[in-house]
Nanobody, 115 residues
Framework: QVQLVESGGGLVQPGGSLRLSCAAY????????MGWYRQAPGKQRELVAD???????DYADSVKGRFTISRDNAKNMVYLQMNSLKPEDTAVYYC?????????WGQGTQVTVSS
């Protein structure tokens, strides 16, 4: 079992920044690939960014150049730095850990971008 707890969401103005954090508890964190997903009202959950156990990253086209995913295996943490936020980034953001058939989700943290 892996438990994931997100934090760092909130209300921010367009053009602003937020950093989301995800704390992982349980099995060996370093072997899991980690991802951030988001779900806006009335829309399907979508992948925002992903980082492998080796540190390779991938991003949705809509956030490339604005968001950065990183991980600290010593602290069992994964982060999502979000810059130049837009109203369309408004969603609940979820942390995900996956390895083979194993997949775990956090409870989500709300990000609202509005003036």
């Amino acid at each position: 079992q892996v438990q994931l707890v997100e934090s760092g969401g909130g209300l921010v103005q367009p053009g602003g920044s937020l950093r989301l954090s995800c704390a992982a508890y349980g099995r060996i964190f370093s072997v899991y690939a980690m991802g951030w997903y988001r779900q806006a009202p009335g829309k399907q959950r979508e992948l925002v960014a992903d980082i492998t156990s080796g540190g390779s990253t991938d991003y949705a086209d809509s956030v490339k150049g604005r968001f950065t995913i990183s991980r600290d295996n010593a602290k069992n943490m994964v982060y999502l730095q979000m810059n130049s936020l837009k109203p369309e980034d408004t969603a609940v953001y979820y942390c995900n850990a996956h390895r083979g058939r194993d997949a775990y989700w956090g409870q989500g943290t709300q990000v609202t971008v509005s003036s």
